[in-house]
């Protein structure tokens, strides 16, 4: 098993898929897709289980939980910009053509950290221990590549909310 130390996270269109290179340019670098319905699973859950895990979130009145959470957030994404690096075009084309499909994403929350794991479709796995910021970081990460990807759409008006109120001109 393979010990996350850095994620690297990059939209394939021809894959319709998003790559993960674990360590990336590293001697023990492994690689997986990731599919739109594994991201879009884990983004459905993992802010929310973040959420309601917060220590600061539960200390606050209820009414007040989810915008804390969000300021958590916020300080977390903000916390770890400094340990960002853009990873080299050609070390995430080489990591693609061995890449596996992910089929497993398993979160253990163990008080102050995480423990992630990944597993493929072959058998390749990687496991990191991380602090709450990091992975609001790597679910920030996911969100840009789903943005990337126009995999989330708005859903359009519908004829039960009735037309558009009209304007007004003077």
Sequence with gaps: MRTINAIALAYDSAQDRVLAVINPGGLNSW???????????LLGRLPAALAATSKVAKQAPAE?????????????????????????????????????LAVTVALKDMGETLRIALIGERGGQAAGVMSRPDLQRIIHML????????????????????????????
């Design 143 to 170: 969100e840009l590549e789903v943005a990337k990807a126009e995999w989330v759409v708005k859903p359009a008006p519908s004829a039960e909310s009735g037309p558009a109120p009209k304007r007004l001109v003077n």
């Design 31 to 41: 690689s997986y897709w990731l599919t739109r319905r594994l991201i879009l699973q």
């Design 64 to 100: 007040y939980r989810g915008d804390l959470a969000a300021f958590e957030r916020e300080v977390a994404v903000a916390k770890t910009a400094p340990a960002m690096s853009k990873t080299d075009d050609s070390v995430l084309r080489m990591n693609a053509t061995t890449a596996e």
